[in-house]
């Protein structure tokens, strides 16, 4: 699936290919939920990095969060414009850059369920739905995004 996104003030616009386009998972993480999150939480899907495509790449800013006494490997691109969270990349992982949901301007299909991950890490106001149709989990789950969307059919074009 072809997905084209952008940050509020339009400075820039980005695009990709997904074959996980659901966005199922929501990280309440202290850093997630800071720079992105404004449930509480930031969701983020994946997509091949070798088809990103940037319009407005001298708007682009990188955020490397601190770790304690480490900086994380992992850069959270955002416009330095507005300072929409756009995606997510990682040295670690460079087959794969990480949208953040709300930044995908393309619709998006509903996910059948949703996780709930790094709940240790949530804010106290935060309601984190439990019941049919979401897993909770108090760091990460031991599933991938792409697993998960295998596990349930939706890998590909929705």
């Given at each position: 699936?072809r997905?084209?996104g ?5 400075a820039v616009?980005f695009s990709?290919?997904s ?6 998972m929501?990280c309440y ?7 992105a999150?404004?449930?509480?939480y930031a ?8 088809t990103?495509q ?13 770790m304690?006494d480490?900086l994380?490997p ?6 330095r414009?507005c300072?929409s969270?756009?995606?997510i990349?990682?040295p ?6 990480y949208?953040q ?10 996910p ?7 709940l240790?890490?949530?804010a ?11 897993a909770?989990?108090?760091e ?6 792409e697993?998960?969307h295998r596990q349930?059919?939706?890998?590909g074009?929705?």
């Open positions: 699936m997905l084209d952008s940050c509020h003030c339009g616009r990709l290919d074959e996980t386009p659901y966005p199922f929501h993480c202290s850093i997630c939920r800071k720079t999150g404004g449930g509480g969701i983020n899907i994946m997509g091949r990095a070798e990103l940037v319009r407005g790449k001298d708007k682009l800013s990188v955020y490397q969060a601190r304690g480490e994380s992992c850069r959270r691109h955002f416009c414009v300072g969270a756009l995606w990349s990682d670690r992982w460079p087959d794969w850059v949208p949901a709300s930044a995908i301007d393309t619709p998006l299909p509903r059948p369920e949703l996780v709930h991950l790094m240790k890490f949530a106290p106001w935060v309601e984190v739905p439990e019941g049919h149709g979401s909770v989990f108090q990460y789950p031991d599933i991938s995004i697993d998960w349930r059919g939706l890998h074009d929705p």
